[in-house]
């Protein structure tokens, strides 16, 4: 972890030295990126959002509101998303950026919601491979550069607010049925944050975020949203909130 954190580090300070002499360009329009950081301009990020309610694209039973800012089958999107993955930590940056300026456009440029911030947790065996969670990456960027905006409202990273208790087959090669036999007894809400959870679903102005890479189908974020409303946090005021999307058109 230290070493990832020097690695993020020493890009943090690259971007901001490139920044004083040159620009980016948008790997999608090709226009001049002034802002550090990002790959693919604010305008195309805001052009190539979708949302979808989970219920149009799966049988899932679930009212759960997932939020995808690309689509997995765009090529360069894929890319971008999988070298997070496969070590290039740094891209936690452009997509935790990248993830608050769609919600920023989502709510109108008016965050009026004191937003909590959690993530889909990792296996112990895939961390001690990985050596990171690109979730809580993701994540922590996203609320670094929300605070950035000096909103009024309160917004909060609640780490590890999930446990991951058992190691999933990889769920994009099982069916729904299998999917959710599989996921039925991966996650553990962590017992701390009870007090928080019910305090905060008391009024009307809190939600929760769950930060996702990929969803495939939803069943995780739903799994993790039932976690919390188990414990008496309304539904509707939590939202999936994923970088891409995998099975829906
Ligand atoms: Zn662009």
Redesign the pocket.
Known sequence: MLLIKLRLYIFQLLEKVLSLFSYRV??????K?QEKYLF??????R?QSAWINLKSFQDFDSKLKIYFLFRYSDKLIRKLILDLKNNQAELAYFWGLALSEFLIYLFNSKINRNIYISYVPISTEKFNTRRYNQAELIAKYFYKFLRKRKFKQEIKLVENLFYRIKNTEPLYKLNSEERRNELSKAFELNPKYIPLIKNISEKRENIILIIDDISTTGNTLVKLSELITAIDFPQERILGFSCTGRNFN
């Open positions: 948008c790997k999608k329009c090709k226009s990126i693919i301009c604010k305008d195309c990020i052009a």
